[in-house]
């Protein structure tokens, strides 16, 4: 049966309720983003220590956010408990300053794309809701670029007060005072930009843009949170983040 393949010129008017950005949107700004996988990158670069990549293969994952945070659960469960268990800690630190060494390696800075951000601004703002299923900050950087310029559009993750997330974001559609349109962006998988306490509550993390990369890593290092975000993994581990 004949179809017609139609270009994204041909269809864009046609488009603006939803958006589904994958790792090809990040790749497209940055060759940086197009590596296998984190924990390929790390074991390349010899970052990885051997007894941590046994906890990868154990639990059956390429994902460092799933193991940092059994890592730093059973940590703090010993020390809750009093025991001296100076090993499950070390471990922690060595997988979590792993993947400190990872990202600071692969992702750009914010001057290396602040260039490409008015373009994926104007682009996202025409949809009323962006999903991206990308841990990087390309899309939060982009959607920063309305502070600048003023143009009464407002992106919206819906993080309001101390990184909370509203229970009622679907409010947040309605524009309020200077704005005259809002979007609404989603991550889904989880970001950089997220990261959970000790009691399990998620957060989100605040700085400037051009020190925020710095700021989500000091904040790892604290011990007080873990990151909260799919860097690699298979299917049902991506579901069940959806599921928490």
């Known amino acids: 049966m004949p179809f017609n393949i139609h270009t994204w010129a041909e269809l864009k008017d046609d488009f603006q309720e939803a958006l589904l950005l994958g790792n090809g949107a990040s790749i497209a700004v940055s060759p940086l983003f197009s590596y296998s996988s984190l924990l390929e990158h790390a074991?390349?670069?010899?970052?990885?220590?051997?007894?941590a990549q046994s906890l990868f293969d154990f639990f059956d994952t390429?994902?460092?956010?799933?193991i940092l945070r059994i890592v730093w659960q059973a940590s703090n469960v010993n020390r809750a408990l009093n025991i001296d268990d100076h090993r499950t800690h070390e471990a922690y630190v060595r997988v979590r300053d792993s993947l400190i060494e990872a990202v600071q390696s692969v992702h750009p800075e914010y001057p290396e794309v602040r260039e490409h951000l008015p373009q994926i601004y104007n682009f996202l703002k025409r949809f009323n809701t962006v999903v991206s299923l990308n841990y990087?900050?390309?899309?939060?950087?982009a959607t920063t670029h309305g502070l600048e310029i003023r143009d009464g559009h407002a992106f919206k993750d819906c993080f309001v007060g101390q990184g909370i997330l509203h229970e009622n974001w679907e409010s947040m559609r309605r524009p309020i005072r200077a704005e005259r349109s809002a979007t609404l962006v989603f991550y889904p998988h989880g970001n950089l930009i997220l990261?959970?306490?000790?009691?399990?509550?998620?957060?989100?993390?605040?700085?400037?843009?051009?020190?925020?990369l710095d700021a989500i890593l000091?904040?790892?290092?604290?011990?007080?949170f873990v990151p909260l975000f799919v860097s690699e993994g298979t299917s049902p581990q991506k579901n069940y983040l959806h599921s928490e």
């Open 43 to 51: 074991i390349e670069k010899r970052l990885l220590a051997p007894d």
């Open 62 to 66: 390429h994902d460092f956010e799933l």
């Open 136 to 141: 990087d900050l390309i899309v939060y950087w």
């Open 195 to 212: 990261c959970r306490n000790r009691r399990e509550e998620e957060r989100k993390i605040h700085n400037l843009r051009d020190g925020l």
């Open 218 to 224: 000091e904040r790892w290092r604290s011990e007080e």
